[in-house]
């Protein structure tokens, strides 16, 4: 078959090669993963300073920082997943 659905003088789509990388941009799957690495490091860093603060020493109000800091993280990135779920959804409701 050499058209497009059997239409005759349609000629197929050329397969394309994937996207090429911006140039001194970085792809969308690494800024998602070193934020999810950033997220990770608030985690542990809030982790350590509740630790501490539970063994007697730290400060509270920089656990208080810290414990909003990581909060407020991980829900931004939970926004960003819902986004890109959503997005992944409604591209295949697509009818092509």
């Not at 239409?7 to 969308?28: H, N, Q, V, W």
């Not at 730290?58 to 931004?76: F, P, Q, S, W, Y």
Request: glycine share 12%; hydrophobic share 40%.
């Amino acid at each position: 078959m050499d058209g497009i659905r059997g239409l005759p003088g349609l000629p197929l789509p050329e397969p394309t090669a994937a996207p090429e990388r911006t140039p001194g941009g970085p792809r969308f799957s690494e800024m998602l993963a070193g934020a999810i690495e950033k997220v990770d490091a608030l985690q542990g860093q809030a982790d350590g300073e509740a630790q501490r603060l539970a063994l007697g020493g730290g400060n509270l109000h920089e656990t208080a920082i810290a414990l909003e800091k990581a909060d407020v993280a991980l829900r931004v990135l939970t926004r960003v997943r819902n986004k890109v779920v959503e997005a992944y959804q409604e591209v295949m409701r697509m009818t092509v």
